[in-house]
């Protein structure tokens, strides 16, 4: 089935169609709204969400970039929203002005995947979150400061501090970036 055919489907709101979307993406996207949440629970409530807004606004998707992107798009937006109701986006050190370091953060050690949640799960929200638009998703500190509504600045402190964070997860768990 080509994508085009797929929409047509989904925007015909084909049950097998549906599915077929939910079982190809729910573990990616799961993924994704589990980078931006905590526990298990609100990233399936994130996941779930999402693939309602997918089916009941498809219409809305105009063709415009990959249809897989306005997926991603959806659901990173409906784990922010349940972020923002569960936990109150903290931004520790906000009114600090990021220093003019040079970005030397690498991970040089092979981690498993469950082994990154579980480093990004012990960051703070703020952190975390800005952390995962930035790195993961692609966004420009810009785009992140309209998303959720701080600076500029403050997305690009809470990012060196998310940076310097996890620098120290890793070093306690003995791995040493350069």
Known sequence: MTEQTLIERLKADDPKAQKWLYDRYAPL????????????????????????????QIETYQGNGSFEGWMRRVMVNEALMLLRKTQPLVFPGEEVRPPDAQDDFSIEAELSAREILELLAQLPPGYRTV????????????????????????????????????????????????
Do not use: P, W
Not at 30 to 40: G, H, I, N, Q, T
Not at 133 to 160: C, D, F, P, R, W
Not at 171 to 177: N, V
């Open 29 to 56: 996207f799961f993924s994704v709204c589990r980078r931006y949440l905590s526990s298990r629970e609100d990233a399936e409530e994130a996941l779930l969400s999402g693939f309602y807004k997918i089916f009941s």
């Open 131 to 178: 952390f995962n638009l930035y790195v993961l998703e692609g966004y420009k500190h810009h785009e992140i400061a309209e998303m959720l509504g701080i600076s500029i600045n403050t997305s690009k402190s809470q990012l060196l501090l998310a940076r310097a964070k996890l620098q120290q997860l890793l070093q306690a768990k003995g791995i040493h970036g350069r």
